[in-house]
């Protein structure tokens, strides 16, 4: 009997210990949904970037295309909140697909590509202004390198703590396509396992590198545990049989405001 009790006080000591990684998981769902059987197609833009920031003196025509410098960055994130847009996470947009759930007036999913160091030093503060979220796809093995290019563990966890939403792009940017079961599994469960671990919270989205995917990435996706994954290619219809196929909208260099407000529009 005393050696029950103890065990029970041991366990009710485990779980207090556990809490504060417990309490930050507390506002989002850590299992996935069950769908409810109704088809849904909701009109949700997801905005792609890659590069936000100025241009490098030695920039070529890719880097230059995939950059948003932070000046027209900043007036898109205006337009945003001018125009009454509310920006959500996948996860508001999943619970919405799967269940019906509530989305606010305009919403809009941010989404940031590659894990690079200036979604740290730019894009962070100016969602942070604006009370904006985002979703960045990190490639995890840049992470454990400390490529100074990518954020690192520390930036990656402290982006966490303040409910940006740190998710999968892979462990080292493959091309999903050209890979076998083994090195999808070990690529996709690898780079989860990693942001699991570094940022205390859950991580169940994706983003197809170079958006390469096909019939057996697909396949070999629904064994694991991951909910949903944006592709590149263009559009803002989600729907409940696509999960793993979110279209997005891609941002680029010389994307101007009325061609910003013309990609949010259904
Ligand atoms: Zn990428």
Do not use: C
Request: glycine share 4%; charged share 20%; aromatic share 12%.
């Amino acid at each position: 009997m005393k050696r029950r009790f103890f065990r029970i006080f041991l366990f009710l000591l485990l779980s207090l210990s556990g809490n504060t990684i417990e309490a930050q998981d507390a506002d989002r769902a850590i299992t996935p949904l069950t769908w409810d059987g109704t088809l849904r197609r909701i009109h949700v833009p997801i905005l792609m970037y890659h590069y936000v920031g100025e241009i490098p003196a030695n920039a070529d025509d890719m880097r230059i295309n995939l950059t948003v410098e932070t000046a027209a960055f900043r007036a898109q994130m205006q337009y945003l909140r001018d125009n009454r847009y509310t920006t959500i996470s996948l996860y508001d947009l999943y619970a919405a697909l799967m269940r019906g759930a509530s989305l606010p007036p305009n919403p809009v999913v941010l989404t940031f590509d590659d894990g690079y160091l200036g979604h740290y030093t730019t894009v962070f503060p100016i969602l942070q202004e604006r009370g904006f979220t985002g979703t960045f796809f990190i490639i995890t093995a840049r992470a454990d390198a400390n490529n100074p290019e990518h954020l690192n563990w520390q930036q990656i966890r402290e982006m966490s703590d303040a409910n940006m939403d740190m998710e999968s792009h892979t462990k080292d940017h493959v091309e999903l396509d050209a890979q076998d079961y083994d090195s999808i599994v070990y690529q996709v469960l690898g780079s989860l396992e990693s942001l699991r671990y570094y940022t205390g919270r859950e991580a169940y989205f994706f983003g197809f590198p170079v958006g390469r995917y096909n019939e057996n990435t697909l396949n070999v996706m629904q064994t694991l545990p991951v909910w949903a994954a944006v592709t590149t290619q263009p559009g803002t219809l989600q729907t409940t049989d696509r999960l793993l196929e979110m279209p997005r909208v891609r941002i680029s260099h010389d994307t101007s405001i009325a061609a910003f407000a013309r990609l949010l529009s259904p």
